[in-house]
């Protein structure tokens, strides 16, 4: 890898270039990610700053377009071509391959073979174990673009095990109040839900509108998530005691006006940060996150073999200045339109 790193010839950032739409590989035709409609993408997961409506060809793993045509509807792009981790596709001289990421069903790293140089498009990823996601792989690579939602030293995460304990604790302590935990639709509410199970907890857990036809299809792709029942047609006395997941704005809702001394729970890696924690309004803040922390980051930069590692997706400098005590080329990805993650 090194000698190919010290030739020109056909190297990535030749071929791979940050466009209006976003990543777009030349020789492929095709855009990774894009958050603007194009006429081919390739999609590494779910999230909708990274799966947009609209695309006239995508290609994905069939959890993600699955996913997308829950959230957008069966039309959502001209065509779909399901590609499972470990098969590979040609696409115009460009071998297209997808790895498990970790990050949430169905997401996978792109990896990109053209001209003898081997690229690993990350997505968003995390190391650690989520039983309702495959394991992240390592993919070894000339060059790996990575994420960098928490690429501060700052940022480690707790083991989810014990941030769920935390919760299992305080519906102990406080049993007749209701536990609204503010989660993201997609990856985080069906974790939590999982690990729940894992912990013991077998109650009904109560959903959020916004949380049902994803949860849903989960159960559909073999992930069990024990009883589900939707808030909206509980009294908020059937609430008392059981744990309720929404979306972060739910709160304002007239269902949670009308609860009885709820608790505020939040479940992210933002919850690291003490004033994170305060502005979310959380009483039990958890520090659950489905990205990777600054340890994990570092740890799959060494682990892939890469010499060069382009950086995206968050905090830049600190992850480049990294690969250069490391040795290795390190360069600030600035993608348009890729801000801040919500967790």
Request: with cysteine; hydrophobic share 40%.
């Amino acid at each position: 890898m090194t000698t190919r790193l010290r030739r020109l010839e056909n190297h990535p950032d030749q071929w791979l270039q940050v466009r209006p739409a976003g990543l777009y590989c030349v020789p492929g035709d095709f855009y990774i990610d894009p958050h603007r409609k194009v006429d081919r993408a390739v999609i590494t997961h779910g999230h909708a700053d990274h799966a947009r409506a609209g695309h006239g060809h995508v290609l994905t793993s069939p959890e993600t377009a699955a996913i997308m045509r829950v959230r957008y509807g069966k039309n959502c792009a001209g065509t779909f071509q399901n590609l499972s981790p470990g098969a590979w596709v040609d696409h115009f001289g460009v071998r297209v391959g997808l790895v498990p990421a970790g990050h949430v069903l169905g997401s996978c790293q792109i990896v990109l073979e053209f001209g003898g140089w081997r690229v690993v498009a990350s997505g968003d990823y995390k190391r650690a174990s989520d039983p309702t996601s495959t394991d992240f792989e390592v993919a070894p690579c000339d060059v790996f673009i990575t994420e960098a939602t928490f690429g501060l030293p700052v940022f480690v995460h707790e083991r989810s095990e014990d941030e769920i304990a935390k919760l299992m604790a305080s519906l102990q302590t406080f049993p007749t109040r209701t536990h609204v935990m503010a989660a993201y639709s997609l990856g985080k509410a069906q974790r939590l839900i999982a690990e729940l199970r894992a912990a013991g907890y077998d109650a009904p857990i109560y959903l959020h509108t916004a949380h049902q036809r994803l949860c849903q299809l989960y159960q559909d792709f073999g992930i069990d998530l024990g009883p589900l029942l939707g808030v909206e047609k509980a009294a908020s006395t059937d609430l008392s005691g059981h744990i309720v997941l929404a979306p972060p704005s739910a709160s304002r809702e007239g269902w949670a006006g009308a609860l009885n001394e709820p608790l505020n729970c939040a479940a992210s890696g933002w919850m690291r940060i003490r004033k994170r924690a305060q502005q979310s309004g959380a009483e039990l803040p958890l520090v659950i996150s489905d990205h990777a922390d600054w340890p994990d980051l570092t740890r799959t930069i060494l682990d892939t073999g890469a010499e060069e590692v382009w950086v995206t997706h968050g905090r830049e400098d600190a992850l480049v200045y990294f690969c250069q005590t490391q040795g290795l080329r390190g360069r600030a990805l600035a993608l348009i339109g890729r801000e801040e993650e919500p967790e």
